[in-house]
């Protein structure tokens, strides 16, 4: 299946429910309003699905009281619309996200484990709203803060920690060993098994409006995957999704339900199509129709049939091991899960031995068991990782292996938490490398569904996502000049024998020549099509003050050596090349040796 549309109809899931609740997990306090808000005031958001009727189903439950509490929730300017009244302009249309209901979720996470969630989270709504009617009462506190989501604790900086009385180390920014393992309390406070059980204490604790935050978070990705099933857009974008930690049972690495795996399920479940097709005139009318022969010996007809998406690529960009999605499809050979991340002793979530050490690598490790599907593939990185490395094994070890695989369609988590002057502090990239990873995935022309995930950096996250909108709605164009890669050695395109990719990467190529000579067509066509780059000017708007000091969408790269070398890269190379080789030797699935 490829892209049927040109320009790429571009769906954004959003709502004022989904920023409010999104910003109140512990880790991001704060960040989902900074990254929309700052998408809207750089005209990326088309709002007029909010428009419509309430009797339009296809327009959901949204309405216009809707839109007004969005545009409130972005912080909009009140004497301006908004939006820019250019009529070509590009903009991603809005969706507001349905949230899931406990079936849905249970449709991959344990019901005990919903049902704990539910539970916890009525527990302390029941107790924050008490403190916080005492505090009415006694005058500190308005009345009215006790009605919206809005009112809830939450933070427009990326520095911002919990303060809820919560455990506090949700605010370390570094995950526990594992969702269920020993208590790291100082032993003055007390764990609850039940929490401890479902991975709730540590970095997932609970908190005031959890369960409406899983149901919108997990609704919101799903309701991207829906709209590109049923044809509705090409590429869907869902920034407060990706929360690819959480496993069936249990909460882990800040991510208490894991949406991305709930979405390509949605992605794959089995719906109704509607095909055009031929078939023979009956007998009598074919005699009258030109003898019977040419076209009047057939009609067109329409048929109704169910089908289901038979392959999904998931690639998985976060500084840290995709362990949760990996696990979801390990035994699945219609999702391959590829996940391009940090590795070393200790750093979360890579604490497994290997089960069979004489024949597999440590789970997440290059050499790490592909599963029983024969479809989960690691590329781990080293300290310093830069936009060279990133660009290298995209171009050498990714795009091949995509190809090979031939997925009908694409979910890529975009985690940042790899940029320099992330607080990780482990990789080195800038905006361009996310840039340049997207570009590479959009050209291979398959509907794909876009989530964000880590990044500790509030207003990072929202420079790079906004620019990676920018893109996906052909509204990029680097200013600097600059090719995207970093200052590190040239990227070289590596290729094997017996395997296909040099035809594969001139067809590759050439598509990419065409989609740059047809960009510049349209930038002479559309004179007044507006820009965006990494020189862009943050807009004046409420967090405007937060982009000191350089005010702009940019996000550079440090001074961090990469320590990638080119024997690691070999060892990719060999590594992958198996993988490669087994897949183009096998049209139904595979196993790696």
Avoid at 81 to 99: H, I, T, W
Avoid at 195 to 216: A, E, I, K, M, Y
Avoid at 371 to 394: C, H, P, Q, W, Y
Wanted: charged residues 20%; contains cysteine.
């Amino acid at each position: 299946m490829s892209l049927v549309t040109s320009p790429s109809r571009v769906a954004y899931i959003l709502s004022s429910d989904l920023i409010n609740y999104s910003d109140l997990l512990p880790s991001n306090q704060g960040r989902s309003s900074l990254v929309h808000s700052l998408a809207y005031h750089l005209d990326l958001l088309d709002l007029s699905m909010l428009d419509r009727d309430e009797s339009d189903t296809e327009a959901g439950p949204s309405t216009v009281f809707e839109k007004q509490m969005l545009l409130t929730a972005l912080n909009a300017d009140p004497l301006s619309s908004g939006q820019s009244e250019c009529g070509n302009r590009r903009r991603a249309l809005v969706y507001p996200p349905k949230p899931a209901t406990s079936q849905q979720l249970s449709s991959y996470h344990q019901e005990s484990f919903v049902r704990q969630l539910s539970k916890l989270s009525d527990a302390e709504d029941v107790e924050h709203h008490s403190k916080r009617r005492k505090q009415a009462h006694s005058g500190s506190l308005s009345s009215t803060t006790l009605r919206t989501p809005s009112s809830l604790p939450s933070s427009s900086s990326s520095s911002s920690c919990a303060d809820d009385g919560s455990d506090q180390e949700s605010g370390n920014l570094r995950p526990s060993s594992s969702a269920s393992g020993p208590s790291r309390s100082s032993g003055h406070k007390r764990i609850n098994p039940e929490r401890n059980q479902f991975g709730l204490t540590h970095d997932c604790p609970p908190f005031q409006g959890l369960s409406h935050h899983v149901s919108l978070i997990a609704g919101a990705s799903m309701t991207a995957a829906e709209l590109l099933a049923a044809g509705r857009a090409d590429i869907a974008i869902c920034w407060d999704g990706g929360r690819h930690h959480a496993k069936k049972d249990s909460a882990s690495g800040f991510c208490y339900v894991n949406d991305v795996v709930l979405a390509i399920l949605a992605l794959r479940k089995p719906r109704k199509v509607t095909v055009t097709t031929t078939a023979p005139r009956e007998e009598g009318l074919v005699e009258k129709v030109k003898g019977g022969k040419g076209e009047g010996s057939e009609k067109v007809v329409k048929k109704t049939m169910m089908k289901r998406i038979d392959r999904v690529l998931y690639l998985d960009l976060d500084l840290h091991w995709g362990d949760g999605v990996e696990e979801a499809f390990q035994t699945s050979p219609n999702v391959l899960t590829l996940s391009i991340h940090h590795f070393a002793p200790g750093f979360f979530p890579c604490y497994t031995p290997s089960s069979d050490a004489a024949k597999y690598g440590a789970p997440g490790s290059i050499n790490a068991d592909t599963g029983k599907g024969g479809t989960s593939f690691n590329i781990a990185l080293n300290l310093g990782t830069s936009d060279d490395s990133l660009e290298r094994v995209m171009m050498n070890t990714v795009e091949p292996l995509v190809q090979v695989w031939g997925a009908e369609m694409v979910v890529v988590q975009c985690g940042v938490d790899g940029l320099a002057g992330d607080p990780m502090a482990v990789w080195n990239l800038s905006a361009r490398a996310y840039v340049k990873a997207i570009q590479r995935v959009l050209g291979w022309k398959k509907p794909t569904l876009l989530l964000g995930g880590g990044g500790y950096n509030s207003e990072s996250a929202a420079r790079v996502w906004t620019l990676l909108t920018a893109v996906c709605l052909n509204r990029f164009h680097d200013q600097t000049g600059k090719d995207g890669i970093g200052n590190g050695l040239a990227v070289k395109r590596t290729t094997h024998e017996n395997v296909p990719i040099p035809l594969i990467e001139q067809k590759r190529q050439q598509q990419t020549d065409s989609n740059e000579n047809q960009m510049e067509r349209n930038k002479k066509e559309e004179p007044s099509l507006d820009r965006i780059g990494y020189e862009t000017l943050i807009p004046d708007h409420k967090y405007w003050p937060n982009y000191d000091p350089e005010y702009t969408l940019d996000v550079p790269s440090g001074e961090m050596i990469d320590q990638n070398d080119q024997a690691h890269f070999e060892v990719i190379d060999r590594v992958f090349f198996k993988h490669i080789k087994n897949m183009s030797c096998s049209s139904t699935g595979f196993k790696s040796k």
